[in-house]
Nanobody, 127 residues
Framework: VQLQASGGGLVQAGGSLRLSCAAS????????MGWFRQTPGKEREFVAA????????VYADSVKGRFTISGDNAKNTVYLQMNSLKPDDTAVYFC?????????????????????WGQGTQVTVSS
């Protein structure tokens, strides 16, 4: 299983970016796909996820209403549309895949539940 993330870059506060994550070796519709982000010296934190087959999309409170996760089953690709970006959104963004399709409580926010990770893409938001 491989994940290839792309779409990061430099954008001004208030701007938008769309990240993409192409999956190979695993059927997207049968797995949970998530996005996490990490800044130097901090733990990798949950951003958003589609829990199996797009049945539900979940978000961290910090991005709710600004970010949208979506998927294209035909392309085996998940997207993260990021609008109204803030300097605090600056981080390396990682896509991740989990074979799990069900999580107790907010288990989908636990990075240890994801077994495959992409290489990360840098997002920098200037003020």
């Amino acid at each position: 299983v491989q994940l290839q993330a792309s779409g990061g870059g430099l954008v001004q506060a208030g701007g938008s970016l769309r990240l993409s994550c192409a999956a190979s070796g695993r059927t997207f519709s049968r797995s949970t796909m998530g996005w996490f982000r990490q800044t130097p010296g901090k733990e990798r934190e949950f951003v958003a996820a589609i829990i199996r087959s797009g049945s539900s999309a979940v978000y961290a409170d910090s991005v709710k209403g600004r970010f949208t996760i979506s998927g294209d089953n035909a392309k085996n690709t998940v997207y993260l549309q990021m609008n109204s970006l803030k300097p605090d959104d600056t981080a390396v963004y990682f896509c991740a895949s989990s074979i799990l399709g069900y999580f107790r409580g907010s288990g989908y926010t636990d990075k240890d539940k994801y077994d495959t990770w992409g290489q990360g893409t840098q997002v920098t938001v200037s003020s």
